[in-house]
């Protein structure tokens, strides 16, 4: 090759690589004003659902006992009366009476004249009442006793009632107060500076400081224990969600206010037992902390591809499909003839679509009936879609080349779930559970110290918990509040068992 050939292999050469970074440059731009501003929802569009045949659609479809479509019968439909949804709606609800009558000179029959006596009542309509809420203040009052008889002697004897252990030394916080302020705060997601206005609305001046001294002292003392309790209970299942996200904490040790920490998430999977959702606050995203908080823990722990999980010793990890597929997802072109053939990416997510639409059919069945169908039915996608990723032709840099080193790096956990019936295709279990707190980030925004941060994962673990179990959440944490001043669990930690949200006497309490 001449010298000038060279030259000319070179420029070839450098044009076809600023190509590709223009290329790369103009697939990133797309991708991030679709995250700005286009829809979120990774739905497959009807028309393009169903274009890709993994297998041979004719073996695949072909059923001789289905007849020829000569006659075409429309299902009918039951059409629901709208009464009887709006009974079913307030079957729960308290009922108050209010009785019309006539006045008693209005009560005679204008042609004899005679008395009108009742004849029966109907109902004329029903309306919603809303209690708007009020303030109180319970005084306990203690009585004394003394023996008339000891009273004039050396030893005069003395009794005085028990009352209630208080709830916090020296203030007016109630079982009832606290939980409110934790359940507009991290169950509705009002910050307490608004809060603050509307104990001022009731008629108190609450400043927004004692509220986060009410939440922080009654998870510390109170919500806490309990939160270890369900750990213990939590360490001894067979299947874990993970995921973690971040928060921002103001003052803390060692850190600039701008620095990330995170608040990780632990719940239990489907074995059929009450759910557990955990949150752990941590500074940072280090594998350690799930490595730690999960010590001891031995069976499947479900995550996305963070590497940090790698650090769990002794467990079987199961990836997430969920990602995988939004990796495909986001790899598809923002614009597209109408009637071009499907792109690498959309093949990609049809394989995972094929996968979910199968998991859907299998919902219903026992976990060693799925276990057996998944083999049948799944297995033969998942090699095919492995056969179709080796022969792929991609550029690394793109957004189709990201989903498939992720898909490729990935692959010893992806088929996992095939092991237990029990265990899901994703890590969809978990991203729900996180989203309340990623939601009430977005209205409280940060935390100001450590020990808020913790008393956040505290609080938000009892309520993500008490919903999975079918509880009232502010009641449940009324309960706890009301009960656990007075429940020696640091002698006794089997006292706890009756506080967690499947014991008999919380449900009676407390079932939404």
């Not at 079982?175 to 500076?193: D, E, F, I, R, T």
């Not at 001022?200 to 009654?218: D, F, H, K, P, Y």
């Not at 031995?298 to 999980?309: Q, W």
Request: charged share 25%; with cysteine; glycine share 4%.
């Amino acid at each position: 090759m001449t010298t000038k050939d060279a030259y000319i292999q070179r420029l070839e050469n450098t044009i076809k690589d600023l190509q590709n970074q223009v290329s790369n440059l103009t697939e990133m731009v797309m991708l991030l004003r679709k995250e700005k501003f286009g829809s979120s929802s990774e739905k497959t569009p009807k028309q393009i659902e169903g274009q890709l045949s993994l297998f041979n659609e004719a073996e695949l479809e072909a059923d001789g006992s289905v007849m020829e479509p000569i006659k075409k019968d429309v299902r009918s439909y039951t059409r629901v009366n709208a009464r009887a949804k709006r009974e079913e709606l307030i079957k729960n609800l308290p009922v108050r009476e209010i009785l019309c009558q006539s006045a008693p000179e209005d009560q005679i029959c204008p042609d004899c004249h005679s008395s009108l006596r009742p004849l029966g009542k109907e109902t004329v309509r029903e309306e919603l009442e809303y209690i708007p809420a009020k303030l109180q203040i319970v005084r306990y009052v203690r009585m004394s006793y003394e023996c008339p008889k000891c009273k004039h002697t050396d030893h005069p004897y003395i009794q005085k009632a028990l009352t209630p252990t208080s709830l916090l030394n020296h203030s007016l916080a109630s079982p009832s107060s606290v939980a409110n302020v934790m359940y507009q705060k991290y169950g509705n997601s009002v910050p307490l500076y608004r809060q603050e206005k509307d104990w001022e609305q009731l008629g108190i001046s609450l400043s927004r400081a004692t509220m986060a001294n009410w939440v922080i002292r009654c998870s510390q003392d109170y919500l806490m224990p309990i939160v270890e309790h369900l750990r213990k209970e939590l360490l001894s299942r067979d299947i874990v969600h993970c995921d973690e996200t971040p928060v921002q904490v103001l003052k803390e040790e060692g850190k600039k206010p701008q620095t990330k920490s995170y608040m990780w998430l632990y719940r239990t999977g489907n074995d059929e037992r009450a759910p557990i959702v955990l949150y752990d606050y941590q500074s940072s995203r280090n594998g350690e902390h799930a490595a730690t908080y999960l010590k001891g823990f031995r069976g499947y722990v479900h995550s996305d591809g963070f590497s940090g999980y790698n650090k769990l010793k002794d467990i079987t990890r199961c990836g997430c499909w969920a990602h995988l597929r939004r990796k495909f997802v986001e790899a598809i072109p923002a614009k597209k003839s109408k009637d071009a053939s499907l792109t690498s990416a959309e093949i990609g997510r049809d394989y995972c679509n094929q996968l979910f639409k199968i998991e859907d059919s299998l919902k219903d069945l026992s976990p060693d009936e799925r276990f057996h169908k998944r083999l049948e039915l799944e297995k033969p996608v998942l090699e095919a879609f492995w056969r179709w990723l080796e022969n792929l032709t991609f550029l690394k840099s793109s957004a189709l080349g990201k989903a498939v080193v992720y898909a490729r790096n990935q692959k010893t956990y992806m088929e996992n779930y095939l092991l237990d019936g029990r265990l899901a295709i994703s890590n969809n279990a978990a991203e729900n559970a996180i989203r309340p707190f990623t939601v009430g980030r977005m209205n409280w925004l940060f935390a100001d110290t450590p020990k808020g941060a913790a008393a956040s994962a505290a609080v938000y673990s009892l309520i993500e918990t008490a919903k999975a179990n079918d509880l009232n959440v502010y009641t449940y944490l009324e309960y706890l509040l009301l009960y656990m001043p007075d429940t020696d669990w640091l002698n006794d930690p089997a006292q706890l068992d009756y506080l967690m949200p499947w014991s008999e006497s919380v449900r009676a309490e407390c079932k939404r």
